[in-house]
């Protein structure tokens, strides 16, 4: 399993991004998949996960931030709306997948004016 995050970058206060992520290989589906963001000096905290029928966020995100995937493929999706300074963080894309838990490389959201 091998999962490839993208869509981050430079945005303004009050601006949108969306990340994407792929889960590759053949054979399997990612039951679960989420994001995950990271700060330095800090663990990574959970920002959204999905199962494709249910939702999860962290308190800071909900009503900002929605997660998607598409149901038929190993895809996720984070659209992150009303970005804020403090969103600013490496965000990961991960999935559990029979017993072991995978991560994507990271993609940087910097969130400034």
């Known amino acids: 399993v091998q999962l490839q995050a993208s869509g981050g970058g430079l945005v303004q206060p009050g601006g949108s991004l969306r990340l994407s992520c792929t889960g590759s290989?053949?054979?399997?589906?990612?039951?679960?998949m989420g994001w995950y963001c990271q700060t330095p000096g800090n663990q990574r905290e959970l920002v959204a996960r999905?199962?494709?029928?249910?939702?999860n966020y962290t308190e800071s995100v909900r009503g900002r931030f929605t997660i998607s995937r598409d149901s038929a493929r190993n895809l996720v999706f984070l659209e992150m709306n009303s970005l804020k300074p403090e969103d600013t963080a490496i965000y990961y894309c991960?999935?559990?997948?029979?017993?072991?838990?995978?991560w994507g490389q990271g993609t940087l959201v910097t969130v400034s004016s």
């Open positions: 290989g053949s054979g399997f589906f990612l039951n679960v």
């Open positions: 999905t199962d494709g029928f249910s939702t």
């Open positions: 991960t999935a559990p997948f029979r017993g072991n838990t995978y």
